[in-house]
Structure formats: C-alpha cells, structure tokens
C-alpha cells in the first residue's frame, strides 16, 4: 500500500479545530511553565535575599507541590472518582489559571514587600503546575484518538512537537527577558517581577484556550 503522504496527514491533524486549539495552548502553556525555571532561584536570591542554599531548597518546595498537585489529579480520577468527579477539561482550566496568579502574586510580592511570604506562593505555584500537567496529559490523550482517520501518531507527534519548541523557548525567553528588564531598570524587583507578571498572563491565555476545547 501507497504511505500517506506526510504534509497532507498533518494538514488534515492542523484542520481539526480541537487538534489545533489544543496545540496551541499546549505551546502557550509549556512556554509559561518554563518561562520561570531559570529565572526562580536568582531572584530569590537577589530580591529576597536567600542563600544559594534556600534558594535551591525553594526549588525544591515548587516540584514538592507540583508532585502533590499530580497525585491529587491521579487520586480525583481514580480513587476519589465518586467524591471529585470533575471533567478533564475543567481540571486543565483550573490549574493554568492558578498557575497564572500564582506567578503574578509572585511578581507583585516581591515589588510590594521583601517579606513577601515567597515559599507558600512557589509551592501553591508548583502544586497548581503539577495538576494542569497530569490533566493536560489526558486531555491530550484523549483528543490524540479524536478526528475521522486514525492519525493518533501524527497529533501525538504535532502535540509533543509544540511542547518541545515551547521549552526550548521558554528557557532561552526567561532568562533573555528578565536581562533585558535589568538592563531597563535598576530595580529588580521590577525587572524579575515583570517577567513573573508576563508569565502569569501567558498561563492565563493558556487557560482561555483552554476552555475552548470540547474534551469528552
């Protein structure tokens, strides 16, 4: 038999509306988790001045909660399915946006007060990040089944493709930014924050996108 012809199988994933939605906010999602990896620790260190030692162990608190954020997600689709039976769809809404005041908490904190209470907001952060991960998943697995030829591989790979480029970005977009925001101001405060801030407002159209999709 003939292969199918490349190009054509992933205009055919690209013109499915939900296929494409969700790439996209796969994108604008993973841009804004990884966005604030880099940038975390440094600026723990310089606006609240914590030790490279506390600062690590903030990192820590962050993937703490995304751990128990995951857990939560696992438990509320099996275990606890009777008590906490919420659709997939609305598990993937709640934790970008979460996320994404988590991180504008976290930019505003800093500028406010220097005792801004940094290590509930990272783990509150992180917890919010673990839950939108594992419900994006499914949803993911879901929608890769969808359409009306079997291309699950193809929406996989176009699915995973707009993850891996939005880490790659939101790595070098981190740390590019808040460079450029230092180089604007001498207040760093200022500069980290507005990079957290702009971050927030990426998870936040993630979550609006989000809700878009019609995940059964």
Not at 65 to 80: D, F, S
Not at 156 to 163: E, I, P, S, Y
Request: aromatic content about 10%; charged content about 10%.
């Amino acid at each position: 038999t003939d292969k199918p012809d490349f190009m054509a199988a992933v205009r055919e994933v690209w013109g499915d509306r939900s296929a494409r939605v969700f790439a996209i906010f796969v994108f604008t999602a993973m841009v804004a988790y990884n966005t604030q990896d880099l940038i975390l620790e440094p600026y723990a260190g310089h606006v609240f001045g914590m030790t490279p030692g506390e600062s690590t162990q903030l990192g820590g608190m962050h993937h703490g909660g995304a751990l128990l954020g995951m857990i939560l997600v696992l438990l509320a689709g099996t275990a606890l399915k009777r008590w906490i039976n919420l659709p997939v769809n609305t598990w993937v809404v709640g934790g970008c946006a979460a996320s994404g005041f988590a991180l504008i908490a976290l930019g505003f904190g800093g500028q406010q007060n220097a005792d801004w209470p940094i290590a509930p907001n990272v783990f509150l952060l992180g917890f919010s990040d673990g839950d939108f991960a594992v419900a994006a998943i499914g949803a993911r697995m879901v929608l890769a089944t969808g359409g009306t030829s079997a291309r699950e591989g193809m929406r996989m790979g176009v699915f995973g493709a707009a993850q891996a480029i939005a880490f790659a970005i939101g790595s070098f977009a981190g740390t590019v930014a808040v460079d450029i925001m230092r180089a604007l101001t001498p207040d760093l405060a200022l500069a980290y924050g507005t990079v957290f801030i702009g971050e927030g407002l990426i998870f936040l159209l993630s979550a609006a996108l989000a809700a878009r999709i019609s995940i059964s």
